[in-house]
């Protein structure tokens, strides 16, 4: 991917990475099995698996828009996954992972870059208002959402309970 | 359930909230026994530290008993009297790994929130704003406490409730700090501060072997407590501290100092007056004379182990920690490191924080808990709530 060619590009592609303390193949199996991504990007969309390559998500955006679109994985390397959208895609877009033994005995690099191409529409209007969560959040949360999974089974949460009142289960 | 919850710059109240639900496998629920105000509490409610939100519990300090055990849980049971760490830790993580438990690489549910401000997101912490986690605090009749295997400590029954309390943060705090020191046969520890942390700080450097504890403060009764364990005790405001210090250690300076003060310490003169006008205008949230004269005071190559919290401090003399060839330790506290070794110099009887314990309320006095907490009202060291 080579966002960075794009200055006014930039805010809609976003590259980030972890290391996590585990061998990078079964990081990539815990990637791709089936509940990880409803799980990881639930801050950011909602995920269905449909079989081993595509999935379908959807998002409420701002104004009051749903955006939906289907991705498929096409390329499956060990150190590699990439996947792109389907067509009829609200929000074309594409994605990759990448893995890279960490140095030492710290694990794997875990690299995550996506990319949106909203059509002419949509873009004129900003990332701010085609997403609530911008790609650079969407990235890093999912990473570290990743990471705890991969390390402790589980992600961290506050919900229903961030605070007694506003967001709370008493809502 | 009833909590105590931050509604806005010094304004904090009791109200009913939703009792606290298991969220994640390795999730207990505890029934609050003790908890209590800590020093950092009141950075949150001056506003010093942003991302609070209106109806946030707050509290990191505290102890009771286990009520109810995510399906994943297998060390804890109910029934299980224990302490907590303020810091929420997984023990998996590379940190953890290592003993770093306040910098768990797992814990933090916003993430997003911390990145931006420190580089990387530092473990969750109970009732400290949404940029620490935003988890819900113990000063209420129930706390969820994630990741209860590693973060729960079973206290042993010869321990106090009121003691197990402060092994949750001020006796882990100041026990890290003094550790920070590295203690050799001979030297002299200064400590600045004279609160739950600094207490502690100065019993820890005992129990470590220090040849001389000495404590600053302004408070006569928090520096008659210091005195009580052992320390010799300056007050601040009637003398010149550095050239004490110097007199007192023949000249060389304190091997290592300890700040235990952060970021409201209070300061005379000229430096008060800039420092004061900066914070007011929210130019700059930290006031740092006790830092910058454990710096001037510390001996040449010595320790300089800093506990008080701070915001993005300017106006930092760097030039200290260099020419003078100084080593700047610090962290928030790694709790989990220090609990089990704290509970037995509790049992020994080597370790006696529940004197800081002065003045004890039910949940529903919390606010004049806090209130007699932040102005030291009636000696006020650490206000304890009971629900
Ligand atoms: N690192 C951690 O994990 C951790 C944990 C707990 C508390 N803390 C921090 O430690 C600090 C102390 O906590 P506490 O609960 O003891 O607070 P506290 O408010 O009870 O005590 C602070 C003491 O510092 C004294 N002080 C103020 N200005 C001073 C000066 N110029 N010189 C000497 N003493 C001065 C005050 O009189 C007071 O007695 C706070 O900044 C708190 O946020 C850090
Ligand atoms: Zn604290
Ligand atoms: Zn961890």
């Known amino acids: 991917m080579n966002a960075a060619q794009d200055p006014e590009d930039l805010d809609l592609a976003a590259r980030a990475a972890v290391t996590i303390g585990r061998p990078a193949d079964a990081l990539r199996l815990l990637w791709l099995a089936p509940d990880t991504l409803p799980r990881i990007m639930s801050h950011f969309a909602d995920v269905e698996p449909i079989d081993e390559r595509v999935a379908q998500w959807s998002m409420e955006a701002p104004l009051g828009r749903t955006l939906r679109w289907r991705t498929q994985i096409e390329e499956k390397a060990s150190d590699h996954l990439a996947w792109t959208s389907l067509d009829g895609a609200d929000v074309p877009n594409a994605g990759a992972l990448q893995f890279a033994p960490a140095p030492g005995d710290r694990g794997t690099e875990v690299t995550l870059d996506v990319r949106f191409d909203p059509p002419g529409g949509l873009i004129g209007e900003g990332v701010a208002k085609l997403f609530h969560v911008v790609p650079r959040e969407m990235v890093l949360k999912a990473l570290y959402n990743f990471r705890a999974l991969a390390l402790t089974g589980e992600i961290p949460t506050t919900e229903p309970q961030p605070a007694a009142r506003n967001g709370g289960m008493d809502k | 359930m009833r909590a105590l919850c931050w509604n806005g710059v010094n304004d904090l109240r009791v109200e009913t909230v939703a009792d606290p639900k298991i969220l994640n496998p390795k999730d207990v629920i505890l029934k609050v026994g003790l908890s209590t105000t800590c020093g950092s509490d009141l950075h949150l409610i001056d506003g010093l530290i942003p991302t609070m939100r209106e109806g946030d519990i707050l509290g990191h300090e505290f102890m009771g008993e286990v009520v109810e055990v995510g399906a994943e849980v297998t060390k804890v049971k109910r029934g299980d009297r224990v302490v907590v760490p303020s810091f929420v830790s997984c023990g998996e993580c590379f940190h953890c790994a290592q003993e770093q438990y306040s910098l768990c690489d797992t814990s933090h549910p916003k993430p997003e929130l911390a990145e931006p401000i420190l580089g990387y997101p530092t473990a969750g912490i109970y009732g400290y704003s949404h940029a620490f986690g935003g988890y819900s605090g113990a000063h209420a009749e129930y706390v969820r406490v994630p990741f209860a295997d590693v973060d729960c400590f079973i206290v042993p029954e010869d321990v106090s409730d009121e003691t197990a309390l402060f092994i949750s943060d001020a006796a882990p705090t100041g026990y890290m700090g003094a550790d920070f020191c590295n203690i050799q046969r001979g030297d002299i520890i200064a400590v600045w501060g004279c609160g739950g942390v600094g207490l502690m700080a100065q019993q820890s450097a005992m129990i470590m072997g220090a040849e001389g504890v000495i404590a600053i403060d302004r408070y006569p009764e928090r520096l008659a407590m210091a005195e009580a364990l052992g320390a010799v005790a300056i007050d601040y405001t009637k003398v010149d501290v550095v050239e004490l210090l110097k007199e007192l250690t023949g000249g060389r300076g304190p091997d290592a100092c300890i700040d235990a003060v ?19 205008l929210y130019l700059e949230t930290d006031r740092g004379y006790a830092l910058r004269q454990a710096m001037m005071a510390c001996r040449k190559g010595g320790t300089l182990s800093v506990l008080g919290v701070y915001g993005l401090m300017d106006k930092f003399p760097m030039g200290m920690i260099i020419n003078k060839g100084l080593t700047l330790r610090s962290a928030q506290q790694h709790g989990q490191a220090y609990v089990p070794r704290l509970l037995e110099h509790a049992q020994r009887g080597e370790l006696t924080p529940a004197p800081l314990a002065t003045h004890r309320f039910s949940l529903e006095d919390g606010p004049k808990g806090y209130d007699m907490f932040k102005h030291k009202t009636d000696g006020c060291l650490r206000a304890v709530f009971a629900p």
Do not use: I, L, N, P
């Open chain 2, 262 to 280: 952060g970021m409201e310490a209070s300061g005379q003169g000229m430096e008060q007056a800039y420092d004061r006008v900066k914070q007011a």
